[in-house]
């Protein structure tokens, strides 16, 4: 629980990215910290990137930050996403009758995959296809789950480019350790976790895309 030493005049630190995007000052305020003091969910949110100098007057810390380690030359992005909600959807892909295909797929391919895509915000979606689909009360299909930070109305294009995409993320298909991408969202919230973490390095010519939970 937040401590306030005033609270009819002192306003909640931000605990997540979208608070802190609001409040430039504490952003400001908690990017100047050394890293072991500052909260778990904004050293989630940098990853490895650099810390450049802020200026006074900027009303968006956290996406300067961002903008510096994407300026030029390869770029490098983690986006941070809920995990219930990741392998909710992860489980109507693996569960659906049909799936969405992505590029240059035929009928025949098609498996049950997230879809990593980047337009009006970013998010992961559910390639699968029930009978029984229907949109929510915004009129956005189900098991769509934004990254913190990014959400319906926000502009990823500083971190991922100008260019629409649709990256699949394969949920079946085991990896050298042996394990699939549903097997990992699946243990992960079996013993606990609470996020998904995923990474993108690319340039103009290649994406190489990894994950972790925790």
């Known amino acids: 629980m937040t401590k306030h030493t005033h609270a009819d005049t002192t306003a909640p630190a931000p605990d997540s990215v979208e608070a802190a995007m609001s409040c430039p000052d504490e952003a400001r305020?908690?990017?100047?910290l050394p890293a072991e003091q500052r909260p778990a969910w904004?050293?989630?949110?940098?990853?490895?990137?650099?810390?450049?100098m802020i200026a006074e007057d900027s009303t968006n810390p956290l996406l300067d930050v961002v903008m510096a380690n994407t300026a030029q030359g390869e770029k490098n992005c983690t986006l941070v996403f809920p995990l219930d909600r990741v392998l909710a959807a992860a489980e109507?892909?693996?569960s659906a009758p049909k799936h969405r295909l992505s590029y240059e797929e035929t009928e025949a391919q098609a498996v049950p995959r997230l879809l990593w895509v980047k337009d009006g915000g970013t998010y992961l979606m559910s390639n699968g296809i029930h009978p029984t689909d229907t949109?929510?009360?915004t009129g956005t299909q189900n098991h769509v789950i934004y990254a913190d930070g990014w959400g319906p109305g926000t502009d990823p294009r500083p971190i991922l480019g100008g260019d629409d995409f649709s990256e699949p993320l394969d949920l079946t298909t085991p990896h050298p350790d042996g394990l699939t991408l549903l097997g990992l969202l699946r243990a992960a919230a079996a013993h606990g976790g609470t996020h998904f973490h995923l990474k993108a390095t690319f340039d103009d010519h290649y994406m190489n895309l990894t994950y972790i939970t925790d």
């Open 29 to 32: 305020r908690l990017l100047a």
């Open 42 to 52: 904004l050293n989630d949110y940098l990853g490895d990137m650099t810390i450049p």
């Open 92 to 94: 109507h892909a693996a």
């Open 135 to 137: 949109p929510d009360e």
